[in-house]
């Protein structure tokens, strides 16, 4: 559900993992993660009181922790 709404957005994922989308941006673009997270974050129509939240970073290469 949510990487349509990233990609209707403009964004554009290269890959995803489950509940993680990686998003190949130019490098001046840090700003826009707070947009990501945003779309990432509003509730879904057929689950409008599932809390939802998000969180991301910036990076040049995938990493997990």
């Known amino acids: 559900y949510n ?5 209707k957005a ?7 993992i489950h509940d ?6 130019p490098d001046n673009s840090a700003d ?4 990501v997270c945003d779309i990432m974050s509003a509730p879904a129509p057929f689950a409008p009181d599932l809390p939802m939240a998000a969180d ?8 997990k922790d």
Not at 20 to 25: L, T
Not at 56 to 63: D, H, L, P, S, V
């Open 20 to 25: 993680e989308v990686v998003i190949e941006a």
């Open 3 to 7: 990487i349509e709404k990233l990609e």
């Open 56 to 63: 991301g970073w910036t990076g040049y290469y995938f990493t």
């Open 10 to 16: 403009g964004y554009s994922i290269v890959f995803h």
């Open 32 to 35: 826009e993660l707070k947009k």
